[in-house]
């Protein structure tokens, strides 16, 4: 089954510790995405990658990091999480057939993200 | 910068009755244009998607979207709502000019009664 699987689905802990959110796609697609959901803005893009070793700042990259050392894989880094981090998490990827606007992408089930 | 504005935290309709989820965007070069429906728990499905060609989209469960590039709006309708049509709405644009950056909307719920 074609899937993005976000690991962990939900999470509590504290400012400072560092923190890593796992994303893996089965579908062999070349571009992946980092959003977070927060009530009344929708969703922002965090981080994006277009292949691997290939990402780029999406509005709201501030407190964030990324990796694309795989085709398959795309975690979530946050080194030192602060409160205002607390949102729920999505991750998300898509085919590139030449031109990646036009397709759609295909989302993860989103992990709820709380910091103290 | 590209924008997509829901001007509808919710919309209520009683089932049976058709349902329009609005949507209007602001973009520099040419737009590309995206439905996506978020249900409790889950993450975002894509319904439907305009790119060029026929103003009027067909998507998945009998949802449709009308392009109107004067009033620069992509409206969702069905023509009769279910209650299992209740969920979170989200609209979405590409520009063209703008590469890969994908901007959604705030979203609108939508609550079909029985």
């Known amino acids: 089954e074609a899937q993005v699987t976000q690991n962990p689905r939900y999470l509590i802990t504290v400012t400072g510790k560092k923190l890593t959110v796992t994303c893996s796609q089965n579908?062999?697609?070349?571009?992946m995405s980092w959003y977070r959901q927060d009530p009344g803005l929708g969703l922002r893009q965090i981080y994006y990658?277009?292949?691997?070793?290939?990402?780029d700042k999406g509005d709201v990259p501030e407190g964030y990091k990324v990796s694309r050392k795989e085709k398959r894989n795309f975690p979530l880094i946050l080194e030192s999480p602060s409160p205002n981090q607390t949102s729920l998490y999505f991750c998300?990827?898509?085919?590139?057939?030449?031109?990646?606007?036009?397709?759609?992408?295909?989302f993860g089930d989103g992990t709820r993200l709380s910091i103290l | 910068a590209q924008s997509v504005a829901q001007p509808e935290d919710q919309v209520n309709v009683a089932e049976g009755n058709p349902l329009t989820v609005k949507c209007t965007y602001s973009?520099?070069?040419?737009?590309?244009l995206f439905w996506y429906v978020q249900y409790p728990n889950r993450g975002l499905q894509f319904l439907l998607k305009?790119?060029?060609?026929?103003?009027l989209v067909k998507g998945s469960y009998g949802f449709e979207a009308e392009f109107n590039k004067s009033q620069t709006s992509f409206h969702l309708k069905k023509p009769s709502a279910l209650v299992s049509d209740s969920a979170l709405y989200f609209c979405?644009?590409?520009?063209?000019?703008?590469?890969?950056?994908?901007?959604f909307g705030g979203g609108t719920r939508v609550l079909v009664k029985p």
């Open positions: 998300a990827s898509s085919q590139d057939r030449g031109s990646v606007s036009n397709q759609p992408q295909h």
């Open positions: 579908m062999n697609h070349e571009y």
């Open positions: 990658s277009m292949n691997v070793e290939v990402t």
């Open positions: 973009v520099s070069g040419n737009p590309y």
């Open positions: 305009y790119i060029t060609g026929d103003n």
């Open positions: 979405a644009v590409r520009d063209e000019a703008a590469g890969n950056k994908l901007t």
